[in-house]
Nanobody
Framework: QVQLVESGGGLVQPGGSLRLSCAAS????????MGWYRQTPGKQRDLVAT???????NYADSVKGRFTISRDNAKNTVYLQMNSLKPEDTAVYYC?????????????WGQGTQVTVSS
């Protein structure tokens, strides 16, 4: 079994910062790409940022210059540092990892963490 557990969401004022974490546990051989996505009610889940196993990053235009994705391979963890938050960043944030186990390689999702930006 593989489990992704997210933490760090909450309520923050506009202009504030939050740091999301997502840790994978279980029977894991290796992890490839990691990423963060977000979703609001009635909308599709959108890409926020991704990071490859070698550290290459990609960001949605709406978060470039404000969000930073990073990873700690020793801890099987991906982070999302979010600065200069705006009300339109309010969403449920999900992490996603491409995990190789002994017999399978597939994408896994976290359970989601709510981020609310409001005064």
């Amino acid at each position: 079994q593989v489990q992704l557990v997210e933490s760090g969401g909450g309520l923050v004022q506009p202009g504030g910062s939050l740091r999301l974490s997502c840790a994978a546990s279980g029977s894991i051989f290796s992890i490839g790409a990691m990423g963060w996505y977000r979703q609001t009610p009635g909308k599709q889940r959108d890409l926020v940022a991704t990071i490859t196993s070698t550290g290459s990053t990609n960001y949605a235009d709406s978060v470039k210059g404000r969000f930073t994705i990073s990873r700690d391979n020793a801890k099987n963890t991906v982070y999302l540092q979010m600065n200069s938050l705006k009300p339109e960043d309010t969403a449920v944030y999900y992490c996603k990892m491409y995990i190789r186990r002994t017999a399978t390689t597939m994408y896994y999702w976290g359970q989601g963490t709510q981020v609310t930006v409001s005064s």
